[in-house]
């Protein structure tokens, strides 16, 4: 049994961890840290009572226990419901919904850190500043504000102590999940250290405030010549780590359909319209909006440009990226589903993903024909792509095949995708709206451009090679007369091959020579024949059939004469 206090940085963190084992007993969820030190739970829960909440899923626990602990476990959970691969759609879903309401800080602390930020009084950034935030979540509050322009603005303001609470919580994360994976072989499996490791890249990068600011302005070029989706005008000049300064949208959140209908909004085109722009994200930009949610997604009032109502879109700071491979990749596997295609789908699973060593593609590809064939000649109107994908990664999870970030993210995003526009439209189906960008993604593949980049890349790939090639090989020969080089050879069960071998051998020179004493009449004679020939033939015609018994057996000589 491990003691969990004698871990420094666990120990540093030691109240921390208490409060953490104290809310997962609550919750009766700390069996995990029992299994690491039974010692240390017992004592810090002792004057608790460790009741279950036998009223709620254990899912539903996993959820309140992440929004008890705050805001790191809060942002955990988020960026691990995109990972449905590993955790199965059931606690995807129900970690989708964690929403953050943290208290807000007092209005002095918030002037204080956009005047740090900022390096001027709030007065001269702004013409006004509504002291009230708009919403306070776990790593920031919004604030409504006016330019001196008259322009309306929303200010992004980061909480004073969440780099320090941040720190902390992943210091423990990353130790909790080295335990699990060392100590815990069915936690072994989730790759704990990997997704962690993960998350900390994804929160870390989150918390700079500086790449939403270029995100923004990346989608609002990617979207330049579309008036129907908008996304917030970010100001850098009054922007900074901790302090994001963009357009105000006044607009109503898709997770209010009736306000929107009253306001004139047709829930059937936002649904398609919304979509659309999601898939030109991911098909056409390679850079899309991770977390499609109703309340990210606004209808914006009718104006002379979009007399229908613009979709504006939030909370840009988690992003996924596809590169030209990945995109390559998703175009085969759009085409394979919608073609029911069960062989390729499985290939590419087994392409993007890290498969374990004792993997079974055969039975993978039997599980995806008999999801594949469900949906088979299935009326569009009923066929839900967001079920489909489900499924998929629940199979995908049970055979433990871990996907790339962005490719996981992916799916996520279209389930989310087909279950907002199902909300607004209940006859809404992403899967009309993805055989277009199948067949583009085909045109895109045999376009003349790329097949000139991808020459251009081998041919650049070939004249590094060439280039460097001599400077490598007399690296390698002053190493080998440094006796520096060395080589390692390694073999398992090779004893039975070479025995074989050997065997044939002695049994192939005896055969040849009998057959030259026969030949050359060899004394003694018997009839006139060499009697040590005809006995050595013979001898070999029976070792040799005895050989071939034993390789067709058992292919092991040696265990075939230890029987006998």
Same mark, same amino acid.
């Given at each position: 049994m491990i003691n969990l206090t004698d871990i420094p940085q666990l120990a540093r963190s030691a109240g921390r961890l208490a409060e953490i084992t104290r809310v997962l007993a609550r919750y009766g969820l700390a069996d995990v840290l029992a299994r690491l030190d039974n010692r240390f739970v017992r004592r810090w829960t002792a004057d608790t009572k460790v009741g279950r909440i036998s009223s709620h899923s254990r899912e539903a626990r996993i959820r309140l226990v992440l929004t008890e602990l705050g805001t790191t476990f809060i942002k955990f959970g988020q960026v691990l419901s995109t990972r449905r691969d590993l955790i199965g759609p059931a606690l995807g879903d129900e970690l989708a919904q964690l929403q953050s309401h943290v208290p807000s800080d007092l209005f002095a602390v918030t002037r204080a850190t956009v005047e740090t930020e900022l390096g001027k009084p709030l007065e001269e950034l702004f013409a006004s500043f509504e002291p009230e935030p708009l919403a306070s979540a776990s790593i920031g509050q919004v604030h409504?504000?006016?330019?001196?322009?008259?322009?309306?603005?929303? *200010?992004? *303001?980061?909480?004073?102590?969440?780099p320090q609470k941040v720190t902390?919580?992943?210091?423990?994360?990353a130790e909790l999940a080295a335990l699990a994976e060392e100590h815990l072989s069915d936690f072994r499996v989730y790759r704990p250290v990997a997704v962690v490791a993960e998350f900390e890249r994804v929160l870390l990068r989150e918390l700079d405030f500086r790449r939403e600011l270029r995100h923004l302005q990346l989608f609002r070029q990617a979207f330049a010549n579309d008036?129907? *989706?908008?996304?917030p005008e970010p100001y850098p000049a009054l922007s900074?780590?901790?302090?994001?300064?963009?357009?105000?949208?006044?607009?109503?959140?898709?997770?209010?359909?009736?306000?929107?209908?009253?306001a004139g909004g047709n829930f059937g085109d936002l649904a398609r319209r919304g979509a659309k722009a999601f898939l030109d994200m991911i098909f056409r930009d390679g850079l899309f909006h991770a977390d499609p949610h109703p309340g990210n997604m606004f209808f914006l009032p009718p104006t002379e440009a979009c007399p229908a109502g613009a979709i504006g879109l939030l909370d840009v700071g988690m992003v996924g990226r596809i590169d030209d491979r990945m995109r390559a990749r998703i175009d085969a596997g759009v085409g394979a589903v919608l073609h029911k295609d069960a062989a390729n789908v499985t290939e590419l699973i087994v392409q993007v993903g890290e498969v374990p060593s004792q993997f079974d593609p055969a039975a993978l590809e039997s599980e995806v024909a008999e999801q594949l064939s469900f949906y088979h000649g299935m009326p569009l109107e009923q066929f839900q792509l967001g079920t489909a994908l489900d499924e998929l990664m629940d199979a995908i999870r049970r055979y433990h095949i871990m996907l790339p970030p962005p490719f996981a993210l992916l799916l996520r995003v279209l389930v989310m995708l087909e279950g907002t526009g199902r909300m607004l439209a209940p006859d809404f189906n992403l899967v009309e709206l993805l055989e277009p960008y199948k067949n583009a993604g085909m045109l895109r593949r045999l376009s003349p451009r790329n097949a000139l980049r991808r020459l251009m890349g081998t041919v650049s790939d070939w004249d590094e090679l060439v280039r460097t090639f001599p400077r490598q090989v007399r690296s390698v020969?002053?190493?080998?007369?440094?006796?520096?080089?060395?080589?390692?050879?390694?073999?398992?069960?090779?004893?039975?091959?070479?025995?074989?071998? *050997?065997?044939?051998?002695?049994?192939?020179?005896?055969f040849v020579g009998s057959a030259l004493m026969w030949a050359a009449k060899?004394?003694?004679l018997v009839y006139d024949v060499s009697a040590f020939g005809v006995l050595g033939c013979f001898t070999s015609a029976l070792l040799g059939y005895r050989l071939f018994r034993a390789i067709q057996h058992s292919g092991k000589l040696e265990e075939r004469d230890r029987k006998e």
């Amino acid at each position: 049994m491990i003691n969990l206090t004698d871990i420094p940085q666990l120990a540093r963190s030691a109240g921390r961890l208490a409060e953490i084992t104290r809310v997962l007993a609550r919750y009766g969820l700390a069996d995990v840290l029992a299994r690491l030190d039974n010692r240390f739970v017992r004592r810090w829960t002792a004057d608790t009572k460790v009741g279950r909440i036998s009223s709620h899923s254990r899912e539903a626990r996993i959820r309140l226990v992440l929004t008890e602990l705050g805001t790191t476990f809060i942002k955990f959970g988020q960026v691990l419901s995109t990972r449905r691969d590993l955790i199965g759609p059931a606690l995807g879903d129900e970690l989708a919904q964690l929403q953050s309401h943290v208290p807000s800080d007092l209005f002095a602390v918030t002037r204080a850190t956009v005047e740090t930020e900022l390096g001027k009084p709030l007065e001269e950034l702004f013409a006004s500043f509504e002291p009230e935030p708009l919403a306070s979540a776990s790593i920031g509050q919004v604030h409504k504000a006016t330019l001196h322009n008259g322009r309306k603005v929303a *200010v992004k *303001v980061q909480h004073p102590d969440i780099p320090q609470k941040v720190t902390d919580d992943l210091a423990i994360l990353a130790e909790l999940a080295a335990l699990a994976e060392e100590h815990l072989s069915d936690f072994r499996v989730y790759r704990p250290v990997a997704v962690v490791a993960e998350f900390e890249r994804v929160l870390l990068r989150e918390l700079d405030f500086r790449r939403e600011l270029r995100h923004l302005q990346l989608f609002r070029q990617a979207f330049a010549n579309d008036p129907g *989706v908008r996304f917030p005008e970010p100001y850098p000049a009054l922007s900074s780590e901790r302090v994001l300064t963009m357009e105000f949208f006044d607009g109503i959140p898709f997770s209010s359909p009736d306000v929107i209908k009253a306001a004139g909004g047709n829930f059937g085109d936002l649904a398609r319209r919304g979509a659309k722009a999601f898939l030109d994200m991911i098909f056409r930009d390679g850079l899309f909006h991770a977390d499609p949610h109703p309340g990210n997604m606004f209808f914006l009032p009718p104006t002379e440009a979009c007399p229908a109502g613009a979709i504006g879109l939030l909370d840009v700071g988690m992003v996924g990226r596809i590169d030209d491979r990945m995109r390559a990749r998703i175009d085969a596997g759009v085409g394979a589903v919608l073609h029911k295609d069960a062989a390729n789908v499985t290939e590419l699973i087994v392409q993007v993903g890290e498969v374990p060593s004792q993997f079974d593609p055969a039975a993978l590809e039997s599980e995806v024909a008999e999801q594949l064939s469900f949906y088979h000649g299935m009326p569009l109107e009923q066929f839900q792509l967001g079920t489909a994908l489900d499924e998929l990664m629940d199979a995908i999870r049970r055979y433990h095949i871990m996907l790339p970030p962005p490719f996981a993210l992916l799916l996520r995003v279209l389930v989310m995708l087909e279950g907002t526009g199902r909300m607004l439209a209940p006859d809404f189906n992403l899967v009309e709206l993805l055989e277009p960008y199948k067949n583009a993604g085909m045109l895109r593949r045999l376009s003349p451009r790329n097949a000139l980049r991808r020459l251009m890349g081998t041919v650049s790939d070939w004249d590094e090679l060439v280039r460097t090639f001599p400077r490598q090989v007399r690296s390698v020969m002053r190493m080998f007369h440094r006796r520096e080089l060395g080589v390692e050879l390694s073999h398992r069960h090779l004893e039975p091959s070479v025995n074989r071998l *050997v065997f044939g051998l002695m049994v192939s020179s005896l055969f040849v020579g009998s057959a030259l004493m026969w030949a050359a009449k060899a004394a003694p004679l018997v009839y006139d024949v060499s009697a040590f020939g005809v006995l050595g033939c013979f001898t070999s015609a029976l070792l040799g059939y005895r050989l071939f018994r034993a390789i067709q057996h058992s292919g092991k000589l040696e265990e075939r004469d230890r029987k006998e």
